[in-house]
Nanobody, 114 residues
Framework: QVQLVESGGGLVQPGGSLRLSCAASGIIFSIYTMGWYRQAPGKQRELVASVTSGRRTNYVESVKGRFTISRDNAKNTVFLQMNSLKPEDTAVYYC????????WGQGTQVTVSS
């Protein structure tokens, strides 16, 4: 069964940076397109970035130029570098497959506030 463990969130001021990590197990990680999702209070979960097995990336318009998704297949880990953070980036961030697996991790809270 797939297990996903997110880390790296925290409280940061507007304009700051964070780097999120997600360690995956129970899957052949290298063959999957992986994504980072976020869910803000009162809103639906949205996909913000994805990276294919060939490392092709895609981003939602609101984070383009600020977020960078990457992966390390040797470590079964996907990363999200977040720069120039804005208050509207505040959410719980999750990783999962682009076609989500049946289970989700606990997520990691990102709060952008002065």
């Amino acid at each position: 069964q797939v297990q996903l463990v997110e880390s790296g969130g925290g409280l940061v001021q507007p304009g700051g940076s964070l780097r999120l990590s997600c360690a995956a197990s129970g899957i052949i990680f290298s063959i999957y397109t992986m994504g980072w999702y976020r869910q803000a209070p009162g809103k639906q979960r949205e996909l913000v970035a994805s990276v294919t097995s060939g490392r092709r990336t895609n981003y939602v318009e609101s984070v383009k130029g600020r977020f960078t998704i990457s992966r390390d297949n040797a470590k079964n880990t996907v990363f999200l570098q977040m720069n120039s953070l804005k208050p509207e980036d505040t959410a719980v961030y999750y990783c999962n497959g682009y076609a989500p697996f049946s289970s989700w991790g606990q997520g990691t809270q990102v709060t952008v506030s002065s």
